[in-house]
């Protein structure tokens, strides 16, 4: 199968009408139709074989993920998916792992109605580039750079599935059979949170998604808007799966330092609180209040309201 061949069978499959896209897969440039009075949201992210993934990814799961990494950043900025390119270098042309990488790349386009418009293909050690464009109101996008002393900090979801999902999957942690597939799945198939992201939009005054754990992502936060926090660990969102198969020590290492949770951490103000819970209940979305932006000059971890240093179990980055 030549390249263009490979392109027209599993690329150029998706149904993009109602998308803003005057001309798609196959000439030199796709075109689109920007809205009026939008600011285009635009991010990438590589995933390369061997440091971003291990080769014994179903490439289904990898299909998913390479989109839902990058709509997770729109979804942090409170930005609407419109259009992505994808750049794909691929060892040879198997065209069962392509059957699967495709079905689960678009299964992750329909959902989040994101038109692919365009990539590029090369031989080469398997690597994979997304690029998403969103469209989010002029001067409404979500940044990291806006929290203010006194807001409350939130999360979405839960945090620390996604980590101990890996080292169940590379056999340094065993679990009952009945929280494997959720684990496994957290970490194959996270949830861009695009639809509480465009809630926070009006109401938020920073975020961030979680990619490198709560402890690492959050100092990005703290640093851009010039602030500090208190976190009470007590209050981490933490599912049912990990509580149960790990010591609450080894949870709360998982959920502050454990990477590719996807999910959103955002600060609120005071004046907001009521808004907010109303606006993410529609979203069906969970979130949690886990502690306060303060003037002080780093972040601090609190447990049983004393000082917590999280301990190092020594799990994996792989990131
Ligand atoms: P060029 O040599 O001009 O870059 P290509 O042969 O690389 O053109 O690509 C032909 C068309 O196919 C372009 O419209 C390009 O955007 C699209 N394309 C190439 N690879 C992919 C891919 N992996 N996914 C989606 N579209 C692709
Ligand atoms: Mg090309």
């Known amino acids: 199968m ?3 061949q490979l392109i027209e069978h599993f690329f150029t499959k998706q149904a993009i009408s109602g998308h803003d896209v005057e001309l798609g897969i196959g000439d030199d440039c796709a075109l689109v139709i920007p809205a009026a009075n939008k600011a285009i949201a635009i991010s990438c992210d590589t995933l390369v074989e061997n440091v971003h993934f291990y080769p014994d990814i179903p490439p289904k799961a990898l299909g998913y993920k390479s989109l839902a990494v990058n709509l997770s950043d729109l979804a942090s900025m409170g930005a609407e998916p419109a259009w992505m390119t994808l750049a794909l270098t691929l060892p040879d042309v198997d065209e069962e792992w392509l059957t699967s990488y495709s079905s689960g790349l678009f299964e992750a386009a329909e959902y989040y109605n994101i038109a692919l418009v365009g ?5 080469g050690p398997r690597s994979i580039t997304v690029t998403v464009n969103g469209q989010v109101p002029i001067g409404t996008a979500l940044t990291r750079s806006g929290a203010k002393n006194g807001d409350w900090i939130y999360v979405t979801g839960t945090l620390g599935d996604s980590a101990l ?7 340094s942690q065993q679990v009952a059979v009945e929280h494997q597939s959720y684990l496994v799945g957290r970490h194959y198939y996270p949830t861009p949170r695009v ?3 465009l809630a926070l939009r009006t109401l938020a005054s920073s975020a961030i998604d979680l990619s490198d754990g709560l402890y690492s992502d959050i100092q990005h936060l703290l640093r851009q808007s010039v602030v500090s926090a208190i976190i009470d660990v007590d209050l981490l969102p933490l599912s049912d799966p990990l509580k149960s198969s790990v010591t609450d020590e080894e949870a709360l290492s998982y959920a502050l330092t454990g990477g590719e949770d996807y999910e959103l951490l955002f ?3 005071e004046a907001q609180k009521g808004a907010l819970e109303i606006a993410l209940a529609n979203t069906g979305v969970s979130f949690t209040q886990i502690g306060q932006i303060s003037s002080g000059d780093k972040l601090k971890l609190i447990r049983n309201g ?11 980055h792989f990131s």
């Open 2 to 4: 030549k390249e263009f």
């Open 119 to 123: 990539g590029d293909t090369t031989r």
């Open 165 to 171: 999902g890996l080292d169940v999957i590379r056999g």
């Open 195 to 197: 639809l509480a992201g």
């Open 267 to 269: 600060t609120v103000p």
């Open 306 to 316: 004393q000082p917590y240093t999280p301990i190092n179990i020594g799990f994996e």
